[in-house]
């Protein structure tokens, strides 16, 4: 187990070589006030540069990650993260910009902002983009933002944002925020928006539509043609999520699906990290009816070069500091470039042959309700296995004992006991493979011997724990 670094410590161990006195006491005492010098040693662990790399490079493999093992967490696209987009975000030019820097000493940088937006407009069918969003949800509340002002250019307030109930929960939220109040539509039996229920709810009130599509049971919606034509015959926009468009790269896309708005995760479909809630990607790309309410700045190519320009009066504004993060829209650059159109084209080809691949396997044992050929996900139940008393919960813990990741679990909430597996399109057949015999060995103990169930994780760094006390009391000290 590993422990904290402070336990390592030896008196006179150092990993660092400073000047023995780098500043002299008199300059010290001249420059800061009494009141701030330290009094007391400062607790530092005395350890060596061996024993340092050690703990971290021990520590960086007890949580579960990408590069670690499969990571099949249905609607995070949890897929590979190619390093080579990592060595090129990190390349001097572009990782030490700085934002005020003079607009001339910058131009490769907005260049690559100013294509990376052609691209997309290209992948998703759509007029222009903006790259400020940070993540897909600030997308969304971006992408109802534009919807709003619409309307009120149009000196018209419409209240209503219509969800499906099998809507990604940031849509509502994101409509929520933006001082809407939502409808919510039901669900056919096939999963799919029951268009008649969207005919009673849609009217002049509703200012817009958001559907995730594929939606969050990994289904086409099918009639969405129709949907988008119900929506539009009142004026309403209609927005894809598009959090998942890694399935639908170079077959479809929003634009040709009549969609208005759409948002795209780097973080998810093009293959940047999911940095721990650090820095992500949620552009959105619009049709040109909407063009003029994106945020700013935009670049725009002159004859004099690439220019950041403000000058969009019906813009909404600003949405993050500066022009979104830089680093993140490097690594989507990359990745699009070395895949190309055909290669993006077979990513969403693969991602949605792997998940039909393993609805398949896992049909045998686990109930799947809408058991139909799926997009890049798909959904399980545990339904079956709660008979035998064994949660999906259950289920998600013992599969960290594989040393895989668990499924989302819990979500959508319309489907009993769900387990949503993506399992990317970066995934050999060998992985998805002992992902199938690890849940077939779960199904056998859950009818022999489910108390290896109910205990589980029995190999991970921490037992099971109170999920809800260890979110909200952050305790890593085990060590001590
Ligand atoms: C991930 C996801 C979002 C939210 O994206 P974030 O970047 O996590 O804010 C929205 N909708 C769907 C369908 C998603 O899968």
Same mark, same amino acid.
């Given at each position: 187990?590993?422990?904290?670094?402070?336990?390592?410590?030896?008196?006179?161990?150092?990993?660092?070589?400073?000047?023995?006195?780098?500043?002299?006491?008199?300059?010290?005492?001249?420059?800061?006030?009494?009141?701030?010098?330290?009094?007391?040693?400062?607790?530092?662990?005395?350890?060596?540069?061996?024993?340092?790399?050690?703990?971290?490079?021990?520590?960086?493999?007890?949580?579960?990650?990408?590069?670690?093992?499969?990571?099949?967490?249905?609607?995070?696209?949890?897929?590979?993260?190619?390093?080579?987009?990592?060595?090129?975000?990190?390349?001097?030019?572009?990782?030490?910009?700085?934002? &005020?820097?003079?607009?001339?000493?910058?131009?490769?940088?907005?260049?690559?902002?100013?294509?990376?937006?052609?691209?997309?407009?290209? &992948?998703?069918?759509?007029?222009?983009?903006?790259?400020?969003?940070?993540?897909?949800?600030?997308?969304?509340?971006?992408?109802?933002?534009?919807?709003?002002?619409?309307?009120?250019?149009?000196?018209?307030?419409?209240?209503?944002?219509?969800?499906?109930?099998?809507?990604?929960?940031?849509?509502?939220?994101?409509?929520?925020?933006?001082?809407?109040?939502?409808?919510?539509?039901?669900?056919?039996?096939?999963?799919?928006?029951?268009?008649?229920?969207?005919?009673?709810?849609?009217?002049?009130?509703?200012?817009?539509?958001?559907?995730?599509?594929?939606?969050?049971?990994?289904?086409?919606?099918?009639?969405?043609?129709?949907?988008?034509?119900?929506?539009?015959?009142?004026?309403?926009?209609?927005?894809?999520?598009?959090?998942?468009?890694?399935?639908?790269?170079?077959?479809?896309?929003?634009?040709?699906?009549?969609?208005?708005?759409?948002?795209?995760?780097?973080?998810?479909?093009?293959?940047?990290?999911?940095?721990?809630?650090?820095?992500?990607?949620?552009?959105?790309?619009?049709?040109?009816?909407?063009?003029?309410?994106?945020?700013?700045?935009?670049?725009?190519?002159?004859?004099?070069?690439?220019?950041?320009?403000?000058?969009?009066?019906?813009?909404?504004?600003?949405?993050?500091?500066?022009?979104?993060?830089?680093?993140?829209?490097?690594?989507?650059?990359?990745?699009?470039?070395?895949?190309?159109?055909?290669?993006?084209?077979?990513?969403?080809?693969?991602?949605?042959?792997?998940?039909?691949?393993?609805?398949?396997?896992?049909?045998?044992?686990?109930?799947?309700?809408?058991?139909?050929?799926?997009?890049?996900?798909?959904?399980?139940?545990?339904?079956?296995?709660?008979?035998?008393?064994?949660?999906?919960?259950?289920?998600?813990?013992?599969?960290?004992?594989?040393?895989?990741?668990?499924?989302?679990?819990?979500?959508?909430?319309?489907?009993?006991?769900?387990?949503?597996?993506?399992?990317?399109?970066?995934?050999?057949?060998?992985?998805?493979?002992?992902?199938?015999?690890?849940?077939?060995?779960?199904?056998?103990?859950?009818?022999?011997?489910?108390?290896?169930?109910?205990?589980?994780?029995?190999?991970?760094?921490?037992?099971?724990?109170?999920?809800?006390?260890?979110?909200?009391?952050?305790?890593?000290?085990?060590?001590?």
């Amino acid at each position: 187990m590993e422990q904290l670094i402070f336990n390592y410590s030896s008196k006179g161990n150092i990993g660092v070589s400073l000047p023995a006195k780098p500043v002299d006491d008199d300059v010290v005492k001249k420059y800061v006030p009494e009141s701030l010098l330290r009094k007391t040693e400062l607790n530092l662990p005395e350890v060596s540069e061996p024993e340092v790399v050690r703990h971290y490079t021990n520590l960086s493999t007890m949580n579960h990650h990408v590069d670690k093992g499969f990571y099949p967490l249905g609607s995070c696209t949890m897929k590979y993260n190619p390093k080579i987009n990592d060595k090129i975000a990190g390349m001097n030019g572009f990782a030490d910009l700085h934002p &005020l820097q003079p607009e001339n000493s910058v131009q490769g940088a907005l260049e690559l902002m100013y294509d990376l937006e052609k691209m997309l407009c290209a &992948l998703t069918g759509m007029r222009a983009a903006t790259l400020q969003p940070a993540a897909g949800s600030h997308g969304e509340l971006t992408g109802v933002m534009i919807v709003k002002k619409y309307h009120e250019s149009k000196g018209e307030k419409r209240k209503y944002i219509l969800v499906p109930d099998s809507a990604h929960g940031t849509n509502p939220s994101s409509a929520y925020s933006a001082n809407f109040k939502t409808i919510a539509l039901r669900s056919n039996e096939k999963g799919c928006i029951d268009i008649d229920d969207l005919k009673e709810k849609m009217s002049n009130e509703v200012a817009g539509l958001m559907i995730t599509n594929p939606n969050t049971l990994g289904l086409f919606e099918e009639e969405v043609e129709r949907i988008v034509e119900i929506v539009h015959q009142y004026d309403g926009i209609v927005y894809m999520d598009g959090a998942n468009l890694n399935a639908l790269l170079g077959i479809t896309s929003p634009g040709d699906l009549g969609f208005d708005i759409t948002h795209i995760n780097f973080h998810k479909t093009f293959s940047a990290p999911h940095g721990g809630g650090g820095p992500g990607g949620g552009s959105i790309a619009v049709v040109e009816k909407l063009v003029k309410y994106l945020p700013v700045p935009r670049v725009i190519k002159t004859e004099k070069g690439f220019h950041l320009s403000s000058d969009f009066p019906d813009t909404i504004g600003k949405v993050l500091g500066y022009y979104g993060n830089f680093g993140v829209m490097v690594r989507a650059y990359v990745y699009i470039v070395m895949l190309g159109v055909r290669g993006v084209t077979e990513v969403s080809k693969n991602a949605i042959l792997n998940a039909n691949y393993l609805r398949v396997k896992l049909a045998d044992k686990f109930a799947i309700p809408y058991n139909r050929k799926c997009m890049h996900e798909f959904v399980a139940s545990g339904e079956n296995h709660r008979e035998l008393g064994i949660k999906t919960l259950d289920i998600a813990k013992r599969l960290l004992d594989f040393g895989l990741h668990a499924p989302t679990v819990y979500f959508p909430l319309i489907v009993k006991e769900a387990i949503m597996i993506e399992p990317t399109e970066t995934e050999s057949k060998q992985t998805l493979d002992k992902f199938v015999a690890a849940m077939e060995q779960i199904d056998r103990e859950a009818h022999e011997n489910p108390e290896v169930l109910h205990s589980a994780p029995h190999k991970t760094p921490v037992r099971r724990l109170d999920e809800l006390k260890a979110n909200k009391e952050l305790n890593v000290c085990w060590g001590k």
